[in-house]
């Protein structure tokens, strides 16, 4: 398979790398060495069929997650489970791979009933956002709504101090 893989950072730069994958192999990239400290999103592009995962290590062995790819960017999303209590830090990130501006609305439900928060952000082009949900909504546990007038893919990360976790984002 002949595979690019477009890094795609928080700054609106681009950086493109060539692989060739023989059959019924695995390769491992290492996006450290790449795009050094950076937090970026990937666009992952092959002539053939694969599977694409993404894993990340939390430093000095701590903890780290996974998370499987998304095919298809989408314009509504869901992240039904969540937390901003303590010792949680919940990330969410988004990216736009598109050549337009994008705005993204994040609603923020609280699971004791109080009000929902609303946040709206604008994207641009081909950039990753990071939404610290703790600066939005302290102290609770929370589901959110992601809707944006592009598609744009959409993951939830949760830290603490001896790991993390991470999930994809829903679509209807």
């Known amino acids: 398979a002949n595979v690019s893989v477009t890094f795609i950072k928080d700054d609106g730069t681009t950086q493109v790398a060539y692989y060739a ?4 192999t695995r390769l491992s990239l290492f996006a450290d060495t790449i795009v050094p400290n950076s937090t970026f999103g990937a666009r992952i592009d092959s002539d053939q069929q694969i599977i694409v995962e993404r894993s990340l290590y939390v430093a000095d062995g701590a903890g780290g997650h996974n998370s499987s790819a998304m095919q298809i ?19 969410i990130a988004i990216l736009n791979p598109n050549a337009d501006m994008t ?10 009933g ?3 928060v609303t946040q709206s952000f604008v994207l641009q082009p081909t950039t990753r956002l990071t939404v610290e949900a703790n600066k939005y909504v302290t102290d609770a546990d929370v589901s959110t709504r992601v809707i944006a007038d592009h598609p744009v893919v959409v993951e939830r990360s949760m830290y603490w101090e001896r790991g993390a976790t991470s999930s994809p984002g829903l679509t209807r």
């Open 21 to 24: 994958i023989d059959p019924r």
């Open 73 to 91: 960017p989408e314009t509504e999303w869901y992240l039904p489970e969540g937390s901003t209590r303590p010792p949680y830090r919940e990330v």
């Open 103 to 112: 705005q993204v609305d994040l609603t923020f439900t609280r699971a004791d």
């Open 114 to 116: 109080q009000p929902a």
